[in-house]
């Protein structure tokens, strides 16, 4: 089993920056994947970014050139640099796991508000 816990949701105004965080832990040894999604009431969680456990990165369109995703595989936690927020950013910001036999964590989310 593994747990993921995000941290670092917050207001932000229109422009700014705001870094995410989330931690592993338990069974992470076999963590291949791990990346962020996001969900706004009444639309599907979409994809934000991914990275695995190499360092390779995939962004969604969303994010290409304004955040940054990296990853300590030492600490078994993965980053999400946010900038030039838009308040169409606003959303709850999943956690999301994949181990090397292809089982999905998610953690519990994480709000993040861009005022206009």
């Known amino acids: 089993q593994v747990r993921l816990v995000e941290s670092g949701g917050g207001l932000v105004e229109a422009g700014g920056s705001l870094s995410l965080s989330c931690a592993a832990s338990?069974?992470?040894?076999?963590?291949?994947?791990m990346g962020w999604y996001r969900q706004t009431p009444g639309k599907q969680r979409e994809l934000v970014g991914i990275?695995?456990?190499?360092?390779?990165?995939e962004y969604a369109d969303l994010a290409k050139g304004r955040f940054t995703i990296s990853r300590d595989n030492a600490k078994d936690t993965v980053y999400l640099q946010m900038s030039s927020l838009k308040p169409e950013d606003t959303a709850v910001y999943y956690c999301?796991?994949?181990?090397?036999?292809?089982?999905?964590?998610w953690g519990q989310g994480t709000q993040v508000t861009v005022s206009s």
């Open positions: 999301n796991s994949v181990t090397d036999s292809g089982r999905y964590y």
């Open positions: 990275i695995m456990r190499g360092g390779r990165i």
């Open positions: 338990g069974r992470t040894f076999n963590l291949n994947i």
